[in-house]
């Protein structure tokens, strides 16, 4: 894999490592291309917490970055939008205000907790995983201004009960990826999973399958990195990973538009 295409600086409230400390170590890795892909997830309140930034501030650094750094690496300036059901117009607002190369669109909330901090208040583990994916299908219905739906199964990371299975979700999780693909939508492959602890990147291999046997195309690859350890951390299994699930390219961003990358 040549590129990262979810990572975090301190412009993520929860990371605190400088956009260009986190270019230099992925050069350093061999990495020819990056996304540097910052928390925007309006309307956060989880311990009193908000995960914005200021754009303004964010495309003054990132530009004066990518120019710096241009001779050794192409960073591409992205964001994680927070999925919610009521940020339809919010979303398209402020995405339209601002050139992005890529936007990731992940739900980290269900019914408004973030299982990080409040898996015991949210039911069952069956429960958890049923409600956050039926969380992201409300999302994804709007048919909101992203371009690939991260860390589809993020809400696994604390649901206790490891493994889980596609076949138990099958019918929410194919509506998610119909829509998506009908939409030109795709997912991500993200290796924080692993760094959690499962055995598996998020989504889980199934999910990826699936997405491949109903037509959809669009797989970016990221690390979600909050610290230059884990920039493209364990893409050395993702070769094998994509090939599992019948992808022969990987998929990049830039100005917005899908460029498709052999997997070599």
């Known amino acids: 894999m040549q590129s990262d ?7 993520s409230t929860d990371a605190f490592t400088s956009p260009q400390a986190m270019i230099e170590e992925a050069i350093r890795k061999g990495l020819r291309r990056i996304c540097i892909t910052d ?3 309006k309307d956060y309140s989880e311990e009193g917490t908000q ?7 964010y495309f003054s650094v990132m530009k004066e970055l990518q120019e710096k750094y241009s001779s050794e690496i192409d960073v591409r300036i992205g964001v994680e939008m927070g999925l919610q059901p009521d940020l339809k117009m919010f979303i398209k607002d402020y995405v339209s205000q601002y050139t992005f190369d890529f936007i990731i669109g992940s739900v980290h909330l269900i019914d408004g907790k973030d299982p990080h901090f409040q898996v015991e208040n949210l039911g069952t583990t069956k429960k ?5 994916f039926e969380q992201i299908l409300e999302c994804v219905e709007q048919n909101m201004d992203f371009d690939v739906l ?3 199964d993020y809400v696994v ?6 493994p889980y299975s596609y076949q138990e979700y099958k019918d929410v999780i194919d509506q998610i990826l119909y829509s998506l693909i009908s939409q030109g939508k795709g997912i991500e492959l993200n290796t924080a ?15 990826l399958k699936r997405y491949k046997e109903l037509g959809g195309e669009i797989i970016t690859i990221g690390s ?23 992808f022969k390219y990987y998929t990049e961003f830039k100005g917005r538009k899908p460029i498709f990358i052999q997997v070599g």
């Open 5 to 11: 295409f979810h990572m975090h600086t301190n412009f």
């Open 157 to 162: 990371r604390y649901g206790k009960e490891e």
């Open 150 to 152: 991260g860390h589809m």
């Open 193 to 207: 999973g692993l760094k959690y602890g499962l055995t598996f990147a998020h989504p889980h291999p199934q999910i």
């Open 51 to 57: 995960f914005v930034f200021c754009p303004e501030q």
């Open 128 to 132: 958890i995983y049923q409600r956050g």
């Open 39 to 41: 928390h925007m997830d």
């Open 224 to 246: 979600d990195a909050h610290e230059p350890q884990y920039i493209a951390y364990q893409f050395d299994r993702m070769k094998e990973i994509l090939a599992w699930c019948g």
